[in-house]
């Protein structure tokens, strides 16, 4: 069964696969903000000792814990320009050449 690749299903789901990618990096960047905002506002409220309190459960120490890089942190600022500009890379480069090819 051939695949025509001049229909809209193919941009529209990489638009969409790209989209959803997006939306996810967004809310765990948008979770782990909110974490740090938590913790933060807990050491300051709690009383000033020397002894410092203990990790919560299930939770590696920050200097153990991976760090995403910038590029996955800020993935929901950019990944908008790399939708775009693979829908136009599409539109403008691969469609018309399947359309030169077929006809």
């Known amino acids: 069964m051939p ?15 790209l989209g959803i990618f ?8 948008r979770r782990e903000s909110r974490e740090l905002a938590l913790a933060e506002a807990a ?11 203990p990790a919560p459960l299930g939770t590696a120490p920050t200097s153990e814990k991976e760090k995403r890089k910038l590029r ?3 993935a929901w600022i950019w990944m908008p320009f790399l939708i775009g500009f693979f829908g ?3 539109l403008s480069f ?6 030169n090819a077929a006809g």
């Open 22 to 29: 997006m939306f996810r990096q967004f809310l765990g960047e």
């Open 94 to 99: 691969i469609k018309p050449m399947v359309d």
């Open 43 to 53: 050491a300051e409220a709690a009383p000033k000792t020397n002894v410092a309190p």
């Open 88 to 90: 136009q890379a599409y």
């Open 3 to 17: 695949v025509d690749l001049t229909s809209p299903w193919i941009p529209l789901g990489i638009i969409m696969v």
């Open 72 to 74: 996955w942190r800020t």
